[in-house]
Structure formats: C-alpha cells, structure tokens
C-alpha cells in the first residue's frame, strides 16, 4: 500500500490562518502591527522567490513586511550598517538576512549583528543555545515546521527512533535537538548521520522516522527505508526535471507508512513558522 501523503500545503495554511487570527488579537488589543524586515543581497534567482512568498504571506496574516533589496557586490559593513538601523527600528519587530550571502560577506559575523530578539531564524547563538537547553525563545523555521508536520498527524515521537540524514546549523542540527528534548513532542532517540557515516543505509533502515535534508537530488532509495517509516523530504534541488527532494520519491512512496511530498511538503511550514516567530517578536518587544 502506497505512503499516506503528508500535505505540509494544507497544514501551512492552517497554522497560517491560526497566526492571522492571533495577530488580529494582538493589534485589537492595543499592539503594533507585527512587521518582518527582509533583507535580500544579490540577485539568486531562487531567493527572490524565497523573499518573495515569504513577503506574500506576510501580508496575507496582517503581518507588515519590507524588504531591503542590495546589490551583489554589497560590502559586510554596509550589510551590518543596514542591520543596525533595522536592530534600533521600534517599528521592526523580526529581521530576515536571506542566506546564502554572497561570498565576499561573512554570514556568521551579519547573523551574530541581528538582536536576540529580533532573531526570528532563530540563527543567533544566544537563541539557539536557549533552544538547546529547552527554554525556546524562538524555533527555527524549518525544524519547526517539520516538527509540526509530524505532531499533527500524530506520528509517534516518544521513545521512536529517529535518523536525520545531515547536520547543516539551518536544518539537521536543531531538528535533532528538538526530537531529543525531555517532554511532550520530544523523547525520541535521535541519530545524526551525514556524508561521512559508514553504512549509511544500515542506519537509515532503522529509522522510525527519517528525516532527510542533505541538499543532494533523489539521495535517499527505497532500500534506504525501513517499511512503514514515516518520511520527511526537507530538501529542494532544481534539475532539468524540475524541483525535486532529497528523496526518490516515486520509489520511496511505495514503502514508506507516510512521506511528505516536494513541492508541498516543508517549504511552506517554513514559512508558516516564520510568521508565527514574527508575531512572537513583536510580543517580546511590546510593553504591556
Ligand atoms: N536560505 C535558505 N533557507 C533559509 C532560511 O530558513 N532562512 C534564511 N534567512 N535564509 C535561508
């Protein structure tokens, strides 16, 4: 029997209007609009199209967005210059720097510029280290929404197995530390694998739940799947076919319990969590 599709479309519009109506909430009761600051450097096709749906739903939540569009050969002293001004901005609850940064720009020193709490990719070290230890200020976009995926479908986390296939610091790393957390949502046990792990299929095999964000096209094969894994594709690959995911979808599907599809899969959590960090922000800096 072929895998339940996990329709990561239709759960993001839910938490998208489930946001719309807390932020309606939050400005009848005397708060700012709650606006999102991105800043985009350069002109890479596929982060236009990012900043762009990301503004989109913005404002289809009453959310306020600007964007901050820089050229290519930007310096890293007019980018920190730019995040110091959004930084000390009352009316800019959240910045966003979409990654990547073009290379003459050290992304590590820009993210460090943005203020903890104005930090809605949660890429700050004194966020990420809060999330760590459990007491969240913010959760990162894309471990989140995976996250999301696998709580409302009611996909077994406690004591389950779980293999995440790379440890990028954007999508591996803190997708691990969300699952390995003591409590609701959390306790399942949690391997790390990557490019360098020897048998990696062995590994895989043993997921109760694979979660795959490897950034290679079609990477993860059926024999890589242990019959009725639940299995989430963070991955999105432009090939000549189109957009495709870390996982050979066609092939996965027939052996996998659930799989989530790309398209329509975690990009637009991703986004949905974004909003729900841009909200969380202006709520942290309004003054009640
Ligand atoms: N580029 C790819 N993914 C992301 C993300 O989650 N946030 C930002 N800012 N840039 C990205």
């Given at each position: 029997?072929?895998?339940?599709?996990?329709?990561?479309?239709?759960?993001?519009?839910?938490?998208?209007?489930?946001?719309?109506?807390?932020?309606?909430?939050?400005?009848?009761?005397?708060?700012?609009?709650?606006?999102?600051?991105?800043?985009?450097?350069?002109?890479d096709p596929g982060s236009q199209v990012y900043v762009?749906?990301?503004?989109?739903?913005?404002?289809?939540?009453?959310?306020?967005?600007?964007?901050?569009?820089?050229?290519?050969?930007?310096?890293?002293?007019?980018?920190?210059?730019?995040?110091?001004?959004?930084?000390?901005?009352?009316?800019?609850?959240?910045?966003?720097?979409?990654?990547?940064?073009?290379?003459?720009?050290?992304e590590k020193r820009v993210l460090d510029a943005v203020t903890p709490l104005k930090d809605v990719d949660c890429f700050h070290p004194e966020n990420v280290g809060l999330m760590v230890q459990n007491r969240p200020r913010f959760l990162p976009c894309t471990p989140h929404g995976v996250h999301e995926l696998l709580l409302r479908h009611q996909v077994p986390i406690a004591g389950a197995n779980v293999v995440v296939?790379?440890?990028?610091?954007?999508?591996?790393?803190?997708?691990?530390?969300?699952?390995?957390?003591?409590?609701?949502?959390?306790?399942?046990?949690?391997?790390?694998?990557?490019?360098?792990?020897?048998?990696?299929?062995?590994?895989?095999?043993?997921?109760?739940?694979?979660?795959?964000?490897?950034?290679?096209?079609?990477?993860?094969?059926?024999?890589?799947?242990?019959?009725?894994?639940?299995?989430?594709?963070?991955?999105?690959?432009r090939t000549e076919a189109g957009l495709v995911g870390d996982v050979d979808f066609a092939a996965v599907k027939e052996v996998a319990g659930r799989i989530s599809p790309v398209p329509g899969g975690v990009g637009p959590l991703t986004i949905a969590m974004l909003l729900r960090n841009t909200l969380t922000a202006a709520r942290l800096q309004t003054e009640y």
């Open positions: 029997m072929p895998a339940t599709i996990l329709d990561g479309k239709a759960l993001a519009e839910k938490i998208r209007a489930e946001v719309a109506e807390e932020v309606e909430t939050f400005v009848q009761s005397g708060g700012m609009i709650p606006c999102l600051a991105a800043v985009l450097v350069g002109d762009r749906n990301k503004q989109r739903a913005c404002e289809k939540a009453g959310i306020r967005s600007i964007l901050h569009k820089l050229s290519a050969e930007t310096t890293a002293a007019e980018l920190l210059d730019l995040v110091d001004r959004l930084n000390r901005d009352p009316a800019v609850h959240g910045i966003l720097v979409q990654l990547p940064l073009p290379k003459q720009i050290d296939l790379g440890r990028s610091d954007i999508v591996g790393k803190p997708m691990a530390i969300l699952l390995m957390q003591r409590g609701p949502g959390g306790d399942a046990t949690v391997t790390v694998c990557h490019s360098r792990t020897k048998n990696l299929p062995e590994v895989t095999r043993r997921a109760d739940v694979l979660i795959v964000a490897i950034g290679r096209a079609q990477f993860v094969t059926a024999a890589m799947v242990q019959p009725g894994a639940t299995v989430i594709d963070v991955g999105i690959n």
